[in-house]
């Protein structure tokens, strides 16, 4: 599965903004700074598709690029990938519901289209309360969630296969889920990138 073109669609800051259409949507959230612009960029192989937000605490947005892949008959595929706001800025308030505004809550119980979340976590640290609420409440609320490590090049191979076992165990993922198996992503040198792009694949095949 390759991406042969990305393209910005539309900007939304509230529900009567989504676009039109029947486009299955893949979101990516993290943390501000998780390196999720980085990585949209990266996977997309498009420099300057995403843009990091800047100041934070500014207003929220959603952003969606339109996807164009290409599977190994040559058939087409299109998705919108959704681009949501980075959370974590606030010292208070780090429970899942206060991370967000309504206008994001309302995105994740709204979208029937949206397949899959990819959930950023830094593979350097243990994740924060913010990335364990965050997870819990995607999961409970009935979404399906690939977890992605970013910024994998930045430690030995040995830490991430560390790392992405501690983050396992805080973020209580279901051992038995068989889509439970974390993504080490580097935007630097590419690696997880095909595991990814083949995780988005199955899912909109699905
Ligand atoms: P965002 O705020 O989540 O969109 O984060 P950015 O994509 O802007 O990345 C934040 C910082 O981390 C920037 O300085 C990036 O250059 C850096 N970064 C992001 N991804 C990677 C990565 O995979 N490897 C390395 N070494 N640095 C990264």
Known sequence: FTI??????????????????????????GRSNVGKS?????????NGLARTSGTPGKTQ??????????????SRLEFMLVDLPGYGYAKRAQ?????????????WLNSERLKLVCQL??????PM?????????????????QVVATKAD????????QHVQII??????PALNPDSQIIAYSAVNGTGRDELLDVIRNILLK
């Open 154 to 161: 930045k430690i030995t191979r040995g830490r991430v296969a």
């Open 61 to 74: 947005t959603i952003n969606y690029f339109k996807i164009t892949g290409k599977l190994s008959d040559q």
């Open 121 to 126: 976590i830094d593979v350097r640290h243990p």
């Open 168 to 173: 396992k165990k805080d973020i209580k993922m």
């Open 38 to 46: 980085s990585l949209i960029n990266s996977l997309c192989r498009h």
């Open 129 to 145: 309360e913010s990335d364990i609420n965050v997870y819990r409440w995607l999961i409970e609320h009935g979404l399906n969630v």
């Open 4 to 29: 042969i073109n990305a393209s910005y669609a539309a900007t939304a800051v509230n529900a009567s903004q989504y676009p039109e259409g029947e486009l299955a949507e893949i979101a990516f959230i």
């Open 95 to 107: 429970t899942a519901r206060a991370t967000w505004s309504k206008f994001i809550e309302e995105y």
